[in-house]
């Protein structure tokens, strides 16, 4: 009976480490994941001067969530996982699901013109849909404000329509004929929410958003300057001063002025919001919680080529692609101290979500971290030292490589520069015999292979990490 026992006892350990050591296994993995994530963080923290909050979720669990940095640079009051953040143009995604809700609910339809709602803007042929899909060749209220408007008075929407009205500004091209980005849109899709549910646009995605997701961290926010309003845990967003040497409030810089007079314009941005409730916002939009599943899947649907070098498209407020880790619908923001960026893994079910309050470059992050998570190989971020490299030397890299894009580098005296279309360059920095780093406070890098002749034969772009390869061109 003993050794029965005995037996028995080793027969059920066996089969106990069956369900254990997998399990031991796992945990260990996601420690070590998590261990990379942070210390890639870290990285960019330390040497390329990333501040913000990042969340990593799989299949809606979150397998990393952290703060990097400071809420106020001036108060030195630190983030943590529940500050408030502008999300820029992510917010578009919040206005596309406002028009669509009422599309649901048969307050309009996507084929309305423009005109039905707002007949004094001089706009014929314009749909709602050619709005989501920044296909109405609205012109640019932003550039024109900018000329025109008294930079003393804070505009709102129906300041910025009367504008318009008033301006007659012309078509960028006629409606449906090309795909180009379009605030202007967004900011009248937000008042076309006013006009059919006959609430604030505040008030609407409050109630029929925010509130229904629990996303109770999220609101649409007219900011300290045309309000006088004030969010608790707040993330003031920064701008760096190469020759202060210091983070500055955009207010403060002159160049930035529109931070104020264009800070009542809604629906194209304004949205604010923390990286927990995008979550739950994320899992909304995969599971057609507020929208029916047809119209969401509408939503994300590949409306309009945006980009066809990587053939990216544009559905409603979201931009979809495929990579190499699989299909992503994403989008990113940008406005004075913010830059921003959430987006899914459709195949993977992988939400990736990073915020910065400083502007530093979080959708090249958020790509790092995707391939870190899907253990793809990574440059993990370091200080760059130059070295001295004289002008024969500079000269064996000069030349066109290609990827899906083309860089061009040339010489001038003994500097290497990269010079894009437009004629910019900016300056490549050797930091060892084959290898340079952007000279511009970016985590990018450009190193040459060699073939057995010592000539060049391509050329790998790191950016944030990730590396892409460039053929030498003949």
């Known amino acids: 009976m003993k050794n029965q026992f005995n037996t028995l006892l080793i027969l059920l350990s066996f089969a106990l480490s069956l369900f254990v050591l997998p399990g031991c296994q796992a945990k260990k993995e996601n420690n070590n994941l998590v261990t990379t994530l942070d210390e890639y963080l870290i990285g960019q923290a330390t040497h390329f001067r990333f501040n913000g909050n990042v969340l990593v979720a799989d299949k809606g669990e979150i397998i990393f969530q952290k703060s990097y940095g400071f809420a106020d640079f001036d108060t030195k009051r630190m983030l943590n996982d529940s500050s408030v953040f502008e999300l820029a143009s992510v917010s578009k995604q919040f206005t596309a699901t406002a028009i669509l809700l009422l599309k649901d609910k048969g307050k309009l339809q996507l084929t309305d013109s423009l005109k039905q709602y707002f007949p004094e803007l001089p706009y014929s042929g314009v749909t709602l849909y050619q709005m989501l899909t920044h296909t109405s060749g609205l012109p640019d209220y932003e550039r024109a404000m900018n000329e025109k408007w008294d930079h003393s008075k804070i505009a709102f929407n129906k300041d910025m329509i009367a504008f318009l009205a008033k301006e007659k500004l012309p078509f960028s091209f006629p409606p449906s004929t090309q795909w180009e980005y379009s605030n202007t849109a967004f900011a009248i899709l937000a008042s076309i929410v006013e006009k059919v549910s006959g609430q604030t646009f505040s008030e609407f995605m409050a109630q029929n958003i925010f509130q229904p997701l629990q996303m109770n961290r999220t609101r649409i926010y007219n900011t300290r300057r045309s309000l006088k309003d004030t969010i608790s845990n707040y993330a003031f967003g920064f701008v760096y001063n190469d020759s202060l040497k210091t983070y500055l409030l955009p207010d403060s810089v002159a160049e930035l002025k ?217």
């Not at 931009?319 to 989008?331: F, M, Q, Y």
């Not at 990113?332 to 893994?345: D, K, V």
């Not at 003994?414 to 894009?420: D, G, M």
């Open 258 to 474: 529109f931070v104020f007079y264009l800070d009542g314009i809604q629906g194209d941005g304004i949205v604010n919001s923390t990286t927990a409730d995008l979550l739950k916002w994320d899992r909304a939009v995969k599971n057609h919680t507020l929208l029916n599943e047809e119209t969401q899947n509408e939503m994300l649907k590949e409306h309009a080529l945006a980009d066809t070098l990587i053939k990216g498209y544009y559905g409603f407020g979201v931009g979809v692609r495929k990579s190499e880790l699989g299909n992503i619908i994403a989008h990113s923001g940008g406005w004075p101290g913010y830059t921003t960026y959430l987006g899914r893994n459709v195949d993977k079910d992988q939400t990736y979500i990073v915020l910065s309050n400083n502007n530093a470059n979080s959708p090249a992050i958020a790509e790092a971290l995707q391939h870190i998570v899907n253990g793809k190989p990574m440059v993990m971020p370091y200080q760059h030292k130059e070295i001295k490299m004289d002008s024969t030397e500079i000269e064996q890299f000069v030349g066109k490589y290609k990827d899906k894009n083309e860089m061009s580098l040339e010489r001038i005296g003994n500097k290497l520069f990269r010079t894009y279309p437009g004629g910019y360059k900016i300056e490549l920095k050797p930091e060892s015999p084959t290898k340079f780093y952007f000279d511009d406070s970016s985590d990018r890098q450009v190193e040459f292979e060699m073939d057995a002749n010592k000539k060049v034969t391509k050329a790998w772009v790191i950016n944030y990490g990730v590396k892409t390869e460039f053929i030498r061109q003949k």
